[in-house]
């Protein structure tokens, strides 16, 4: 089984800075691709940004040039830097990951965090 621990959330003020931590525990072969993702109430859940084994990144545009994804392969981590963040920002946010459980498997897993709660105050 695969676990994903989500932390760092909290309020802050518009033109601040937090970062998420999303921590992935259990028996698998490796992680392939590390999500950002977040929800309002109402609207469906929305693509922040995504970081491959490798490092590559790409992010959605609303938050290009202010979030900033990264992994630490060793400690089975990605992190989420929010800065010059936005009442816009607020939202629930998810990590969400593709796992290869086995080595010999040709298909990858998808797990999801169990949310933290953004709070940007105008």
């Known amino acids: 089984q695969v676990q994903l621990v989500e932390s760092g959330g909290g309020l802050v003020q518009a033109g601040g800075s937090l970062r998420l931590s999303c921590a992935v525990s259990?028996?698998?072969?490796?992680?392939?691709?590390m999500e950002w993702h977040r929800q309002t109430p109402g609207k469906q859940r929305e693509f922040i940004a995504t970081i491959s084994h490798d490092g590559s990144t790409h992010y959605t545009d609303p938050v290009k040039g202010r979030f900033t994804i990264s992994r630490d392969n060793a400690k089975n981590t990605v992190y989420l830097q929010m800065d010059n963040v936005k009442p816009e920002d607020t939202a629930v946010y998810y990590c969400?990951?593709?796992?290869?459980?086995?080595?010999?498997?040709?298909?990858?897993?998808?797990?999801w965090g169990q949310g933290t709660q953004v709070t940007v105050s105008s």
């Open positions: 259990g028996s698998f072969f490796s992680i392939v691709t």
């Open positions: 969400r990951i593709w796992v290869r459980i086995r080595q010999t498997n040709t298909w990858n897993d998808e797990y």
